[in-house]
């Protein structure tokens, strides 16, 4: 199956930036809290804020969409091909306790703790722009630490060349068909170590939700959304690119690059323009997602339209 290209959508969603500035406000309070009574006891836990985090200048100033749209309209197959289906599944996940590998062609295979990793970095708050393939967009601001930070302990050998991430994924409560799972995605040696890529740990102030992939997932800011492989167990570095889950169920609609480009389109619709999730307009989709300035000479001498 591929991925379905809903109707136009409803400019339903309006962020209230009250809302987001009383969280803030929050957070600051929270500052002083121990990081053990923060994270997730166990199941589906109650979200807790995140702090103290710094602000990250790599963030956009734009509006942030709506935590409501964040946290209700989402992707995630295994619990649910409909938008609203992952928020309504969250219990088929149990998001602790949790382990992560980094393994591969490394000198140092690492298992991490989801504890060690919220102190592996400083947590820093990364409020991005996030385009998906099917032609929305949205502004989140995520929580996380750079992703280079976490394959640096583990040393990555010289030949190493790619990132293969997989997520979790239990045949007994998540979806069956659909892809073959579990969900996999792979990104460059390069673009993993770059350092507006990141490991997301929360959102809005707090630890993630389940439907936006606790405890931890990718966040690729230039790439079209599904690259952000959510749940993640595992890190592998590899000297070829992986091929990927999307890449097995449609070859010729989602390529190993996934970068953002309104000059080539998916096979079935234009990708020029985008609909904002909060917003009646749309507006032109920009290259790299906006991106480019910092992103562009990865790509130095490459066909874009081949390597898509
Ligand atoms: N494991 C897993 N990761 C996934 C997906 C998925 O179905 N399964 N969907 C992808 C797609 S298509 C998008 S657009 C984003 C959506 O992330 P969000 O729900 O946090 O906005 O997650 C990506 N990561
Ligand atoms: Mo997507």
């Known amino acids: 199956m591929l991925i379905r290209r809903p109707a136009d959508l409803p400019p339903s969603e309006i962020t209230d930036p009250a809302v987001y500035g009383a969280r803030r406000r929050f957070m600051g309070q929270a500052g002083a809290l121990a990081l053990g009574s923060l994270l997730p006891a166990a199941g589906q836990a109650a979200l807790g804020p995140l702090s103290p985090l710094s602000h990250s200048a790599l963030s956009t100033t734009e509006t942030p969409t709506s935590l409501r749209a964040v946290t209700g309209y989402n992707n995630f197959y295994e619990l649910g091909t409909s938008k609203t289906d992952p928020a309504e599944n969250t219990f088929r996940l149990k998001p602790a306790p949790w382990t992560l590998r980094v393994e591969g062609l490394v000198n140092k295979p690492r298992t991490f703790a989801l504890e060690d990793l919220f102190r592996l970095a400083p947590l820093e708050e990364r409020i991005y722009r996030m385009r998906c393939v099917e032609g929305w967009s949205m502004v989140i601001p995520w929580v996380g630490l750079p992703l280079a930070s976490v394959l640096k302990l583990a040393d990555p050998q010289g030949s190493a060349k790619y990132v293969e991430f997989t997520s979790h994924y239990d045949r007994a409560t998540m979806t069956r068909g659909v892809l073959d799972w579990p969900y996999s995605e792979g990104l460059r040696l390069d673009e993993a170590m770059h350092p507006l890529t990141i490991l997301a740990v929360g959102l809005y102030g707090e630890v993630l939700p389940v439907q936006n992939g606790a405890p931890v997932r990718l966040v690729v800011p230039w790439k079209y959304g599904f690259k952000g492989a959510k749940s993640l167990v595992s890190l592998r570095l590899v000297d070829k690119p992986p091929l990927t889950a999307w890449m097995k169920a449609g ?30 307009l749309k507006r032109k989709t920009l290259m790299f997602n906006g991106y480019a300035d910092q992103v562009a000479s990865l790509y130095t001498g490459m066909d874009l339209r081949r390597y898509f």
Do not use: C, K, L
């Open 251 to 280: 070859p010729s609609e989602y390529g190993f690059y996934a970068n953002v480009n309104p000059d080539v389109d998916h096979p079935r619709w234009s990708q020029a323009t985008e609909r904002r999730i909060g917003e009646f």
